[in-house]
């Protein structure tokens, strides 16, 4: 079900800063979680100002504070993180404490990595995104955990599918027992693509070929483009995969919406930062 996520503001020092929280998971003792916004940090201009991608041209201990305000949150250190190789796969790696530090203080062993999960305290796992969305999981019966990143590519591929098999074969987790949280992102109204791309996407879906109006979550809108929502393929995907309708969570935010909360979207990252998911 979509419902507008809460923003809880929190205080680093003399910051000030909002995180998104999925209600099903705000409800979890123990567990720490959020969706960052562009609020909070200490880089400038238009990288103000948590921006947490170190390739993007600011300076690399302002990213490192950005880092050591953001874990101060979750009573961590930027050492504590473990971040993604994003390459619009499907692969998810397993990663524990031995991991942490990896993509900020020391280079990753893995390549071409849009999930994480572990079933261990202590690490902070990461999904960075802009208008792709980002998916927040947690496992109640074994207190594991996952996030991932699934821009359109990652959705077409189904890459929710591939994290909750995974959570499954690593750590025996029970889709009953999954709660997923879908994070802010590019919205249906504003995410246009073209055809090849939503034919690609009614292949991949082929139960929906048959309907492709306004409440389809692929709906053509003209000969040559299509509409893509991205929130509801991802929450179909979960559903398909026995997760119940109850233990999934939509955030509503639109990050091509809502500049004055998120950096801009792909298609002008060479000038913009990246948010953060967390799940501790």
């Known amino acids: 079900m979509k419902t507008i996520f809460p923003i809880k503001d929190y205080k680093s020092g003399n910051h000030t800063v909002p995180l998104i929280e999925s ?114 999981f947690y496992d109640k019966g074994h207190r594991a955990i996952a996030s991932c990143h699934s821009g359109w590519r990652g959705t077409h591929g189904r890459i929710l599918a591939r994290v909750i098999e995974a959570m499954q074969r690593e750590f025996s987790s029970k889709p009953e027992e999954i709660y997923i949280a879908i994070g802010p992102s590019i919205c249906k109204n504003c995410y246009e693509v073209s055809e090849d791309v939503g034919e690609a996407f009614l292949d991949a879906f082929p139960a929906l070929r048959e309907e492709t109006k306004n409440a389809s979550p692929i709906e053509r809108v003209s000969e040559e483009k299509f509409h893509i929502d991205l929130w509801e393929l991802n ?42 998911r967390l799940s501790d």
């Not at 099903?24 to 991608?53: A, D, I, M, P, Y």
């Not at 995969?241 to 500049?259: H, K």
């Not at 801009?264 to 953060?276: A, Q, S």
Request: charged share 30%.
């Open 23 to 136: 209600p099903l998971l705000q409800e979890v003792r123990g567990l720490r979680h959020g969706f960052s916004t562009r609020k909070g940090g200490v880089s400038k201009e238009h990288l103000s100002s948590l921006n947490l991608g170190f390739n993007l041209g600011d300076e690399r201990e302002k990213v490192l504070e950005n880092f050591r305000i953001l874990g101060s949150l979750f009573e961590a250190k930027p050492e504590d993180f473990v971040l993604t190789q994003q390459t619009h796969s499907v692969n998810v790696r397993h990663v524990g404490r031995e991991d942490r530090g990896k993509g900020i203080f020391r280079e990753r062993d893995y390549t071409d990595v849009d999930a994480l999960m572990t079933d261990e305290e202590g690490v902070i796992l990461s999904a960075f995104s802009a208008d792709c969305v980002p998916i927040l």
């Open 235 to 276: 929450r179909w995907i979960a559903l398909e995969n026995s997760i119940p309708a109850e233990n999934i969570s939509v955030s509503g935010y639109c990050t091509m919406e809502r500049p004055d909360l998120f950096f801009l979207t792909d298609t002008v990252r060479e000038k913009e930062g990246y948010r953060e």
